[in-house]
């Protein structure tokens, strides 16, 4: 082999991995056109444009910031690319009591309001494209198991929020017997920590921030059929 056929054959192997991985998704997404839902088969009308609420700026910073990204993704992968669609809450529900089946894939709107697509670099944690549901789907069956185990002494204060349920994660990933198995470090300088024993640490305005982020994470919204892993079947006539 000659020198410049091996240059020509490096160049030709970044330069194609770069092309399809770097240059044509940037085309694809610097100008999104508007995607509308379809009548006669979508249930809603107009165009699609997803609701997302919480911290997303200031606890997009705070995320990259501790290297989150590192270790969980945000992007639930097109079925041809692997099966996040059949992982229980990463995509949606299967069984979702209020809207059926609410899994999806994820799509270039769900990145709207961040500087940057966190997508992620591996997967040493779970995807975190769902989080937001998944903690409120827990903190539902936990008061729901306290309730049950305390009858007439349960009342609302004892109610469990998904705010707590991540703060304490984020101050001790390995709380828990479950989660011993854990590798996730813990960022207990985002919290104050108690000025006398018995008491429990106050989380900054940082670690507000980042659970904000976090629990905004919830890509379980309707979409046009066009998007859709599980598209509503027309009604029949």
């Known amino acids: 082999m000659t020198l410049r056929t091996f240059t020509f054959g490096m160049i030709?192997?970044?330069g194609s991995a770069w092309l399809f991985a770097v240059v044509l998704p940037f085309f694809k997404t610097r100008d999104v056109k508007p995607v509308y839902f379809a009548d006669g088969i979508?249930?809603?009308t107009g165009v699609y444009f997803p609701k997302r609420t919480g911290q997303i700026t200031n606890g997009a910073k705070v995320y990259a910031q501790n290297g989150c990204y590192v270790c969980h993704t945000q992007v639930v992968r097109p079925t041809?690319?692997?099966n996040d669609i059949h992982r229980d809450g990463w995509a949606g529900f299967k069984a979702d009591p209020d809207r059926g089946d609410t899994r999806r894939e994820s799509n270039v709107f769900d990145y709207q309001g961040e500087?940057?697509?966190q997508i992620g670099?591996?997967?040493?944690?779970p995807d975190l494209s769902n989080v937001g549901s998944r903690y409120e789907k827990t903190a539902i069956a936990l008061n729901?198991?306290?309730k049950t185990k305390l009858g007439d002494a349960w009342n609302d204060s004892m109610k469990t929020s998904p705010e707590a349920l991540l703060l304490e994660h984020l101050y001790n990933p390995r709380n828990k017997p479950s989660m011993r198995w854990s590798t996730c470090p813990s960022v207990r300088f985002l919290f104050n920590e108690p000025a006398r024993e018995g008491l429990a640490p106050s989380p900054k305005p940082e670690a507000r921030a980042l659970v904000g982020y976090l629990l905004s994470m919830k890509k379980n919204d309707t979409v046009p059929a066009s998007m859709n892993y599980a598209p509503p079947k027309p009604a029949a006539q």
């Open 121 to 125: 670099i591996m997967r040493i944690g």
């Open 42 to 44: 979508d249930e809603k």
């Open 80 to 82: 041809y690319a692997g």
């Open 115 to 117: 500087e940057f697509a």
């Open 12 to 14: 030709a192997s970044f």
């Open 144 to 146: 729901e198991l306290n």
